[in-house]
């Protein structure tokens, strides 16, 4: 079990790396709440490294969604009976949980999705469509997941508008300084950008990006799906818009994300799916849309999952999002010296006091799914391949990275092993 511990207040914390005294994370105790982390791999105990494409989850989340289908399982919303009303607080309450996380000023403003990714296309449809046309910019960056680049590019195409990105550096930080030439091309309308990188692990100065989306009269779209599991977010020091997380990304089940919007701003959107539950009223002639947040949220939503995502937030609220930040700081400043003794690896992306916990590197003259499949015969489990940022593989002049993402159960003997293995994938393959 993870034990109880307080949340320190957002302000100590917000916009930083964590370096104030806090309690500190007790890993190895955190560890014993993950099933998977017991198993062994050919006879070594599991390395799981790859908890920035999905991370493992907490028996205290699984067995609450055992709980939650054999007890308070029905259609949420509709029945007047008391199951239907237990599923319908559990999935409501789970709204308010969203909302405390990122701080939102109101709970109709989460939107349930069933992904970043649903999260991101929605606002793009939504609003994009509706707002965007000839002699407006849709700007991005270099650095974004595909899930917050394809649908602009898409709908930038689909109404005239042009698609601009924000370059980075050559140590995968955003030049800022492109922002006047993005800003003399046409009426900027939206900004997009990630506050964690996924491949990089950059933390990207939103709060600046909004405050300059806004002087131009556009709307800043946060892609926090990196973000948000490894450190406080708050939409409203943000200054953005429009939010975006994940559920499987932070130790919830998968199917299940979320949207936060500004109330004024999704009121005045179309909806994004169209059917039951959307609906105020539906005539032969016309339908007119239901209230915020249901207006977004057609058919039958993930509801146990929904439930899950708010234990979820539970269990990291209570470890303190500022402890695992701390530790993944930590390991990401150690895994980062360790990797530097290999001169024959390349490693992208800022210093340690300006990431999340990723590290992606390139070993020389050998190909990324090699040494995944190397690493995995000793039971380390990383990522190789573009991890969808193409865009910014094309600026690393590499097709693909080795990737090793950390969470709040990764410990530095897995990065001593992550080490170890990358020397045998040398003597084997290099
Ligand atoms: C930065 C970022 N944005 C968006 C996504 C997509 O999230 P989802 O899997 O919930 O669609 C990911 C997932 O890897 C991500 O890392």
Redesign the pocket.
């Known amino acids: 079990m993870a034990t109880a511990r307080s949340t320190p207040g957002r302000d100590a914390y917000h916009g930083a790396m964590a370096v104030t005294a806090q309690p500190k994370l007790d890993v190895q105790r955190v560890r014993a709440d993950f099933p998977y982390l017991e198993e062994l791999v050919n006879g070594k105990p599991v390395a799981f490294l790859d908890s920035?494409?999905s991370t493992q989850k907490p028996r205290q989340v699984l067995d609450a969604m055992r709980d939650f289908y054999e007890h308070s399982y029905a259609n949420v919303h509709r029945g007047v009976y008391r199951l239907a009303e237990r599923a319908t607080e559990g999935y409501e309450g789970a709204r308010e949980k969203v909302r405390g996380f990122v701080n939102a000023p109101a709970a109709r403003e989460i939107v349930f999705t069933r992904?970043?990714?649903e999260a991101l296309n929605l606002v793009a449809y939504a609003w994009g469509l509706d707002n965007l046309g000839p002699g407006d910019v849709v700007v991005i960056t270099e650095l974004e997941?595909h899930?917050?680049f394809v649908p602009w590019q898409f709908v930038a195409n689909r109404t005239g508008a042009s698609f601009k990105h924000i370059p980075i550096d050559d140590h995968g930080e955003l030049q800022l300084d492109a922002l006047d030439e993005i800003a003399a091309s046409g009426n900027v309308k939206v900004v997009a950008n990630?506050l964690v990188s996924?491949s990089l692990g950059t933390i990207n100065p939103v709060e600046k990006l909004s405050a300059w989306a806004h002087e131009q009269g556009a709307i800043m779209v946060v892609?926090a799906?990196?973000a948000a599991p490894h450190r406080e977010i708050d939409v409203q020091a943000l200054g953005c818009d429009f939010l975006a997380i994940?559920s499987?990304?932070l130790c919830g089940p998968s199917g299940v994300?979320a949207i936060w919007g500004r109330a004024e701003l999704l009121e005045q959107m179309s909806p994004f799916n169209l059917g039951g539950e959307m609906i105020r009223s539906v005539a032969l002639d016309r339908t007119s849309w239901n209230e915020l947040p249901y207006k977004f949220e057609a058919g039958t939503p993930a509801i146990a999952e929904a439930y899950g995502f708010g234990v979820a937030i539970d269990y990291l609220s209570e470890i303190g999002l500022a402890a695992i930040e701390a530790h993944e700081h930590e390991l990401t400043a150690y895994a980062l010296g360790r990797l530097s003794e290999l001169d024959w690896i390349t490693l992208f992306g800022p210093p340690a006091e300006r990431r999340a916990g990723i590290v992606s590197f390139d070993v020389a003259g050998i190909h990324p799914h090699d040494v995944a499949q190397i690493l995995d015969w000793d039971g380390i489990a990383v990522r190789a391949g573009h991890h969808?940022t193409q865009p910014l593989m094309a600026r690393l002049g590499v097709a693909a990275t080795t990737r090793a993402s950390f969470y709040l159960y990764s410990i530095a003997e897995e990065v001593d092993r992550l080490v170890d293995g990358l020397h045998k994938v040398k003597k084997n393959l290099g």
Do not use: E, F, P, V
């Open positions: 920035a494409a992904s970043a990714t997941h899930s917050n990630n996924n892609d799906a990196q994940s499987h990304k994300g969808c």
